[in-house]
């Protein structure tokens, strides 16, 4: 019976070489490749952190400056209102019957320096008393004592109003307090508050004698505050810097008092 020869192909070594060279990789190239891959991630994720980053700085300006604004929009209502004690004369007239300074630390007096914990600034805001008037049928009444406090502790800036002393710290200058209790009382809450900005990094307070009035025949000086914060959060560099100029009537600047550096250290 005929024997069927089947045709057999023969593959060479180098036949076998080519399929292997097709189907693998050497380790270097696999090296290579991650690597590439590595770098390429990276560059992806830093970019993707760059962009976050910089979203959440500017969220925090606008933030920012928005908290810096009505922090100090505050601050110019209550220094505007600052003033010395004031009786009512028979006449109906206002006299002054006893000085009130506005107490400012030599650290951030016509400077911007860095904030530290301090107190920076007091003074009060006190209505006028009104003696009795039998005549006219009038009664006696006691006028009202507030104080004002601005006080920095780590990077953080408070201002307050109260009408307690013994809610004000406890280095508060006491001619910032009532001139005469019989007449000028403490004890009055209403209206009392305290708000803080964050992120302070410095302060600046200004004095200058103004040079026009509204009030004729009154002198006036102009308190200019700047604030400085600064984000120690963010990897991006970003400050903020916003000032207010207050108009404080019936005073002059011999009457803004300044204590030296170091003083009113905040516990």
Known sequence: MPVRLH????????DTKNIVGHKAFTLVEILVATSVLSLFMLSVFGIYEYSRSGF??????????????????????????????????????????????????????????????????????????????????????????????LDCKNKTLRLYMTGNWDDMPAHTPADVGSPDLARFEFGHTEGDFAISLNDVAEIGIFATQATQTTDIGRPAIFLSVELVLEN????????????????????????????????????
């Open 56 to 149: 959440e700085t500017g969220s925090w300006r606008l933030q920012s400056q928005k908290s810096a604004q009505t922090f100090l929009m505050r601050l110019k209502d209550l220094l505007e209102r600052s003033n010395h004690a004031y009786a009512v004369a028979p006449s109906g007239d206002t006299q002054r019957v006893a000085d009130r300074p506005t107490v400012l630390n030599e650290a951030w007096f016509n400077q911007v320096a860095t904030a530290t914990n301090h107190g920076i600034l007091y003074f009060s805001i006190i209505s006028p008393y009104v003696p009795e008037q039998a005549d006219l049928g009038q009664t006696e009444r006691k006028g009202t004592w507030k104080g004002v406090g």
């Open 232 to 267: 120690q959060r963010s990897r991006q560099k970003a400050r903020v810097t916003e000032r207010m100029t207050a108009s404080l009537v019936d005073r002059k600047l011999d009457e803004i008092r300044i204590a030296p550096a170091g003083s009113f250290p905040t516990p």
């Open 7 to 14: 045709n057999f192909k023969m593959t060479t070594i180098s």
